[in-house]
C-alpha cells in the first residue's frame, strides 16, 4: 500500500513550467467583470440525514469566471479565467453539524504536505486558472499553535492550502473553517471540498490518496495508481450530525478577494431537514459532593454532569445537552460569610457574546471548570465567575472554560427558594458540542460559597439533563452523607455591660447574644436590664412611625449602632448597622428601631428592619426590651445570624444606677425551633460612695380655714434635690401627734383587682402626685388613691404618675401611738429633681388634732424624715412642719 503522495510527474511538470505559469496567472487573472459567486453554485449536502448520524459532508461553490477567447495565445492551455484573485475562504457550518479531529491520526507539521494517508479525512477537487481538474487528499493536521484543529491539501505542487478550523465563541459556537491567502498564482475558480463521515470506512478506499490534475488543457488524467487504498486505522466517526429534527440553518460562505478584501462574496447553502430524533438516547448523570460534609459548615462543592458518547460509527451521537437543571440538598443554602471581599463580573468584563477574553476581577471567581470534549485531546478548563445580579436574578454564574483557541462561555442561573433557601441552578441553550463530562468546583474554606445542611444524613441532589432533539429529559439524583458533629442544643451566649461602671454617670451600654455552630438558629430576645440603668429619653426625638417601618429614620432618633454577623463556620459576615428611638409599640411607650442594611458584599438583599419594644417596669422603672422575630432569610439567602451586638452609645443618653448593689442583665433567647435559654450577666456600679446625697422634703399643712381643732387639713409634701446625686430609695415620714388620721377617708379605699382593673372611684381618691426627672421631657403626673393591701393592715398610697411612662410609687401607712407614718420603701433608682405629694383636705386622710394648728405646740410640732439613697446613705431630721392659714 502507498504510504505517501508523490506525483512524481506532475511536480517533474510544474518545475519545467514556472515560468509560464507566471504569465498564465497574469493571463488568466485579467478582469472581465465583477468578482463574486457563479448564481446557485454554492451548495452543501449531507450523506445521510439522520439526527446524530455521521454523515460525508460535501460544499461546492464556482467563482464567476470567464472563458478564455480562441484568439488568446494561451488559449487550450487556460480555458477560463476568474474575475479576481480569491484571497480568503469562510465557511460555517450550522450549529451541531461538528468534526472529530481526533477520530483519525494526525499530520505532523514538518511531514505535511507528505502525510499518511492514515490521516486523510476527505478529499478536494478543484478548478483554477491553470487547471481543469485537480484532486487531493485532506489531512488532519497538527493544528497551529491556539488552533483546536487543522487540515490540509495539495494540488499538483502548485497548491499548498490550510484549513484553520475555530469555533465561533460567543455565538452559537458552531464550527467555522478559514482558507487564508490562497495562492494567487493559481487563481480559484471552483471548489468542491468533502469531509468524510468515518474516514476509515472502506466506501472511501477508491478516494484514499487520489492526487492527480489537468495542467494547462494537456489532459494528464490520474492514473490507476491514484487512489485505491484501504484504510490501515480504525473506523472511527469524524463528522456527525446535529441532534435537532427539521430544519437547519443555512451554511454559510463567504469569499474575498485580494484586490477588495473588506468586500466578501457570501451566499447560503441549505442543509437537508434532519429526521430519526425518535432513536436518540441520552443517558446522561449527574453527581454532587460537599468536599468538607460536616453538617452545617461552609464547604466547597463538586458537580459534575457526565454524558457518555456513543462512539460507533455505525451508531447514533449521543445528543447534546441543551439544559442543564441542577437541584442541590435540602437545607444546601448560599453562605453569608462567602460576602466578605466577594466581587462580581459586569456583563462587559465577562464579553457575553463576544469571543473575547474575560475580563473579571479576580474577586468574583468562586470556582473552577473542567471540561472534556471528545473534539480536543485535552479538556477545557478555566472558572467560574459570578455575575452582576440584575433586578430580575441576584446570583448568575458564568463558567468560562477554554483550550486551543475555543473558549466556551456558559451563562446561568442560581434561584434560592425564598422560604428555604434551596439551592437550583438552571443553564440553558448550551452550545451544541459534545462533552463526555463537565466538573464545577467551587471554592471551600471558611470563605466557600455554599453551606451544607445542618442535618446529618443523606443529602440528595436532584439532576435533570435535557437533549437537543426534543427527547425527554435524563433524571437522575445522587447523594452523600453529611456528618457530624450535627447542631443540637441550643445554649447562646450573653454579654453586657456599660463601658464605664462610675455610679450615676452617663455611659453606653452594649449587649451582644450569639450562637455556636452548633445551637439552633437565633429568634428573637427578651432582655431585661438592672434597675437604674435609664435611658434621658426626654432629650431625643422620635423616629416616625412611617420611617420605622422602612428603617428611614433620621439622624436626630439615632441613639446607637448595631452589628450582626451570618453566616456558618469561623468567619461570618458582619453586617453594620444603626438604632433608632420610635414610639409606642405593641403596648410599650418606647421601642427601638434596629435597622441593618443588608449589604452583603456585591448582593442587596435589602434593608432588615427589626423593632424591639421597650417596657417601663410600673414599680422599679427597670426596663425590658422585647424583640421582633430577627429575620431568618433574604431572597432566598438563609443569614444564619451568628451574633447580634446592640451598642446605645449616643454621648449622654445612657444613665448607670446610683445604687451599687450588685445586679444582672438578663435575657430569654428564643431559637427558631422553639427552645428559650434563660442567660445572665452580673451588673454593678462602681464608685456609689461618692455620690453626695442632699435631699429636701418640706411638708406643708393647713390652709385658709383648716386649721381649727378637729377640721380635715390639706397636706403637701414636696422633696427636691440637685442634679448628680445619689436617687432615693426611701422616705419615710413621721407626722407629729397634732396630726391625726381621719379613718373614714381609711376606710373608703378600694381594692387592688379594682386598681388593676382601673376602676377605683373618687372615694378612694385621695390626693394627686407629680414627678419631675431629667431623663424625661415631661413631668409625670396623676391621682393617688387608697389601695387595700392583703398583707397589711392598713391600705397603701399608690401615687399613680402617668406621662410617656407609667410609675406606681406605693406608700405603706402605718398609725402607732396615735401618730401617722408613711413610708415610700421602692423608690425607683431615678434621678428625681422633684417630687410633691398632695392631699386636699376634703380627701385627705389626715386631719388637725384637737388643739388646733395655730398653737404654740403645734408650731413647734416636729414631723421626723428618714431618707436613704440608693447608694445607702441616710439622711434624718425633725423637721418643723410649715403651717398655712394662721394669723400673723
Not at 36 to 58: K, R
Not at 797 to 813: F, Y
Amino acid at each position: 500500500m502507498r504510504t505517501t503522495i508523490t506525483a512524481v510527474r506532475l511536480r517533474a511538470l510544474a518545475a519545467l513550467c514556472v515560468a509560464l505559469i507566471a504569465a498564465l496567472a497574469a493571463t488568466a487573472t485579467a478582469r472581465a467583470g465583477e468578482f463574486g459567486l457563479e448564481p446557485d453554485s454554492f451548495t452543501a449536502s449531507l450523506s445521510t440525514a439522520q439526527a446524530g448520524g455521521h454523515p460525508d459532508v460535501n460544499v461546492r461553490f464556482t467563482l464567476r469566471n470567464a472563458a478564455v477567447d480562441p484568439s488568446d495565445p494561451y488559449y487550450g492551455m487556460v480555458r477560463f479565467k476568474p474575475f479576481g484573485i480569491a484571497e480568503s475562504v469562510v465557511v460555517d457550518l450550522p450549529p451541531g453539524l461538528v468534526g472529530d479531529p481526533t477520530a483519525a491520526p494526525r499530520c505532523p507539521a514538518s511531514a505535511f504536505p507528505r502525510c499518511d494517508l492514515a490521516t486523510q479525512i476527505g478529499t478536494v477537487r478543484l478548478r483554477t486558472g491553470l487547471a481543469d481538474e485537480m484532486w487531493s487528499p485532506v489531512f488532519n493536521v497538527v493544528p497551529s499553535q491556539g488552533a483546536p484543529a487543522e487540515f490540509g491539501f495539495t494540488a499538483a505542487g502548485l497548491l499548498t492550502v490550510r484549513l484553520q478550523v475555530e469555533v465561533r465563541s460567543g455565538g452559537d459556537y458552531g464550527l467555522r473553517t478559514i482558507i487564508d491567502s490562497l495562492p494567487a498564482i493559481a487563481p480559484l475558480i471552483e471548489n468542491d471540498l468533502t469531509f468524510w463521515g468515518v474516514p476509515a470506512d472502506p466506501s472511501h478506499d477508491a478516494m484514499r490518496g487520489r492526487a492527480c490534475a489537468d495542467l494547462f488543457g494537456m489532459g494528464v488524467n490520474c492514473g490507476d495508481e491514484e487512489g485505491g487504498n484501504a484504510a490501515t486505522t480504525p473506523r472511527a466517526p469524524f463528522m456527525t450530525n446535529a441532534t435537532v429534527c427539521g430544519p437547519q440553518p443555512p451554511v454559510t460562505l463567504a469569499v474575498s478577494e485580494y484586490a477588495n478584501p473588506g468586500r466578501p462574496a457570501t451566499a447560503e447553502a441549505a442543509l437537508p431537514p434532519l429526521t430519526g430524533c425518535d432513536r436518540l438516547a441520552f443517558p446522561a448523570t449527574g453527581r454532587a459532593r460537599a468536599t468538607a460534609p460536616q453538617a452545617g459548615a461552609p464547604s466547597g462543592y463538586e458537580v459534575e454532569l457526565t454524558v457518555p458518547q456513543n462512539t460507533d460509527p455505525d451508531g447514533i451521537a449521543t445528543p447534546q445537552l441543551r439544559q442543564a437543571v441542577v437541584q442541590l440538598p435540602a437545607g444546601t443554602v448560599v453562605s453569608p460569610a462567602v460576602a466578605d471581599g466577594l466581587a462580581t463580573c459586569s456583563d462587559a468584563q465577562l464579553a457575553l457574546g463576544a469571543a473575547g477574553p474575560v475580563a473579571c476581577p479576580a474577586a468574583s471567581k468562586i470556582g473552577e471548570v473542567s471540561i472534556d470534549s471528545p473534539l480536543l485531546t485535552q479538556p477545557l478548563v478555566g472558572g467560574v465567575f459570578l455575575a452582576d445580579p440584575t433586578p430580575a436574578q441576584l446570583l448568575r454564574l458564568v463558567l468560562v472554560a477554554e483550550r486551543d483557541g475555543v473558549r466556551l462561555k456558559l451563562p446561568g442561573r442560581i434561584d434560592a427558594d425564598p422560604v428555604s433557601g434551596r439551592l437550583t441552578a438552571t443553564f440553558d441553550e448550551n452550545p451544541q458540542l459534545p462533552f463526555r463530562s463537565l466538573r464545577l468546583t467551587l471554592k471551600g474554606g471558611q470563605r466557600a460559597v455554599l453551606a451544607n445542611s445542618r442535618q446529618c444524613g443523606p443529602a440528595e441532589s436532584r439532576f435533570e439533563l435535557t437533549p437537543y432533539g426534543g427527547g425527554a429529559a435524563a433524571v437522575s439524583t445522587d447523594a452523600f452523607e453529611v456528618a457530624g458533629p450535627c447542631p443540637a442544643g441550643f445554649a447562646p451566649t450573653l454579654s453586657a455591660g456599660s463601658a464605664s461602671a462610675a455610679a450615676g454617670a452617663a455611659s453606653p451600654f452594649t449587649l451582644t447574644f450569639g450562637r455556636g455552630d452548633g445551637d439552633d438558629l437565633l429568634r428573637s430576645i427578651d432582655v431585661a436590664l438592672p434597675a437604674g440603668v435609664m435611658p434621658r429619653i426626654g432629650e431625643v426625638p422620635r423616629c416616625a412611625e412611617a420611617q420605622t417601618v422602612t428603617g428611614t429614620c433620621g439622624e436626630q432618633s439615632r441613639v446607637g449602632s448595631a452589628q450582626a454577623s451570618a453566616g456558618p463556620g469561623a468567619q461570618p459576615f458582619g453586617l453594620p448597622g444603626r438604632v433608632y428611638v420610635a414610639g409606642a409599640y405593641r403596648g410599650a411607650p418606647y421601642s427601638l428601631v434596629i435597622v441593618v442594611p443588608a449589604q452583603a458584599g456585591p448582593f442587596d438583599l435589602g434593608t432588615v428592619v427589626v423593632r424591639a419594644a421597650v417596657f417601663v417596669d410600673l414599680h422599679t422603672a427597670a426596663l425590658r426590651i422585647v424583640s421582633d422575630p430577627l429575620p431568618t432569610i433574604l431572597k432566598g439567602i438563609p443569614l444564619q445570624i451568628r451574633s447580634v451586638r446592640i451598642a446605645i452609645d449616643r454621648a449622654g443618653f445612657m444613665v448607670n444606677p446610683t445604687s451599687c448593689a450588685p445586679r444582672a442583665v438578663g435575657a430569654a433567647i428564643a431559637a427558631a425551633g422553639g427552645a428559650v435559654a434563660n442567660a445572665s450577666v452580673r451588673y454593678q456600679a462602681a464608685g456609689c460612695g461618692s455620690l453626695p446625697y442632699t435631699p429636701r422634703l418640706r411638708v406643708v399643712v393647713g390652709g385658709r380655714g383648716r386649721t381649727a381643732p378637729r377640721k380635715p387639713t390639706a397636706l403637701t409634701a414636696t422633696l427636691v434635690q440637685p442634679a448628680g446625686q445619689a436617687a432615693s430609695r426611701s422616705v419615710r415620714l413621721e407626722l407629729p401627734k397634732a396630726i391625726n388620721a381621719r379613718l373614714e377617708i381609711v376606710r373608703r379605699a378600694c381594692s387592688q383587682a379594682a386598681y388593676d382593673a382601673g376602676s377605683c372611684g373618687a372615694a378612694a381618691r385621695i390626693g394627686s402626685g407629680a414627678a419631675v426627672t431629667s431623663l424625661l421631657r415631661d413631668p409625670l403626673r396623676g391621682p393617688a388613691f387608697f389601695v387595700r393591701n392583703p398583707a397589711r393592715a392598713l391600705p397603701d398610697i399608690v401615687v399613680q404618675l402617668r406621662g410617656d411612662v407609667a410609675i406606681d410609687l406605693i406608700g405603706k401607712v402605718t398609725i402607732r401611738g396615735g401618730q401617722l407614718t408613711t413610708t415610700f420603701d421602692t423608690i425607683p433608682d431615678v434621678p428625681l429633681s422633684r417630687f410633691s405629694l398632695t392631699l386636699p383636705a376634703s380627701s385627705s386622710p389626715v386631719g388637725v388634732a384637737s388643739s388646733g394648728l395655730c398653737t404654740r405646740a403645734a408650731r413647734n410640732a416636729r414631723a421626723r424624715q428618714t431618707l436613704r439613697a440608693q447608694n445607702g446613705k441616710l439622711v434624718q431630721r425633725a423637721a418643723k412642719l410649715s403651717i398655712a392659714g394662721c394669723k400673723k
